[in-house]
Nanobody, 126 residues
C-alpha cells in the first residue's frame, strides 16, 4: 500500500524554523519526484517546492526562495522541507506528494502528483 506520512508541523513564532518530514512506505522514493504543497483556508493548494526524480533539480515558489530547502534521503525513504525565517503568510496545511519519473518544472501543479500524504498544520503566530 502506497503511503506518505508527514510530520513536524506545529506552532512557531515569526522568524522561527520548522523541519517537515515525509516518510514513504509501500514504494521506494528513488525514482519519484517529491513535491511539497500548502493550502491555507480559502485558498487553492500551492506548490511550494519540488525535487526531481532524475535530473537533480529542485524548484521553489518565489515566496519561499532563500528560506525553504527541500531535500531527500532515499536510504530512509524520507523527504524533508526545512523552513526558516517563517512568516504568518506561511501558515497553512502542508502536504507532501510523490510522482514517479518526473522532473519538476518551474511551476509545480498539484494535479501532476498522484500520491499524497494527509497533511501537517503549520501555524506561524506570535
Amino acid at each position: 500500500q502506497v503511503q506518505l506520512v508527514e510530520s513536524g508541523g506545529g506552532l512557531v513564532q515569526p522568524g522561527g524554523s520548522l523541519r517537515l518530514s515525509c516518510v514513504a512506505s509501500g514504494f521506494s522514493l528513488d525514482y519519484y519526484a517529491i513535491g511539497w504543497f500548502r493550502q491555507a483556508p480559502g485558498k487553492e493548494r500551492e506548490g511550494v517546492a519540488c525535487t526531481s526524480s532524475h535530473d537533480g533539480n529542485s524548484v521553489y515558489v518565489d515566496s519561499v526562495k532563500g528560506r525553504f530547502t527541500i531535500s531527500r534521503d532515499n536510504a530512509k525513504n524520507t523527504a524533508y522541507l526545512q523552513m526558516n525565517n517563517l512568516t504568518p503568510e506561511d501558515t497553512a496545511v502542508y502536504y507532501c506528494a510523490a510522482e514517479g519519473y518526473y522532473n519538476c518544472p518551474n511551476y509545480v501543479s498539484p494535479y501532476r502528483f498522484a500520491s499524497w500524504g494527509q497533511g501537517t498544520q503549520v501555524t506561524v503566530s506570535s
